[in-house]
């Protein structure tokens, strides 16, 4: 048993995400969520299929500074994950795509979890036949890399 279960045994997680989806679409679909689950975290893990498409940074980072703020508004505690791109965008476009994140934590004072893939993108074992997404051998690395992070957020016992 992982030490956030150990700590909050009426712990009970909802993944929200959708495959493909764009910070507009997390955007849009963020107020119902925020309304039907209450949540008390949320964990952001959006932009990377923003920046595999090239969409310009500003539209990213407007989106993702509009679902932080929801989440902060709502009560929640944020973590934002980091999302890189791979080198072949050009390092300007990489660069500044990964400086959204780093800016947004600081302007909002959320956690910024580091890219959580970094060790499994790696990995051919861990991935799925697109190269971009985990598959469900990785799942419990990623539970383990990403517990500290939600362990901080939790008051002291």
Do not use: C
Not at 93 to 114: C, K, M, N, W
């Amino acid at each position: 048993m992982h030490l956030l279960q150990q700590r909050q045994p009426d712990l009970r997680l909802i993944n929200a995400s959708i495959s493909g989806e764009t910070t507009d679409g997390g955007l849009r679909r963020l107020p119902g969520l925020l309304t039907r689950h209450q949540p008390d975290w949320i964990f952001v893990e959006l932009g990377g299929n923003d920046g595999l498409r090239g969409f310009p940074l500003t539209l990213t980072e407007q989106n993702l500074e509009q679902i932080v703020a929801l989440g902060l508004d709502s009560g929640s505690q944020v973590l934002l994950s980091e999302i890189l791109l791979p080198p072949n965008y050009g390092r300007r476009y990489t660069e500044a795509f990964q400086g959204i994140f780093e800016q947004l934590s600081d302007r909002h004072q959320v956690q910024l979890v580091p890219f959580f893939m970094r060790d499994i993108a790696i990995d051919p074992e861990l991935m799925q036949a697109d190269g971009i997404h985990p598959n469900q051998s990785a799942q419990p690395l990623i539970a383990d890399t990403l517990e500290p992070w939600f362990l901080k957020t939790l008051p002291a016992q």
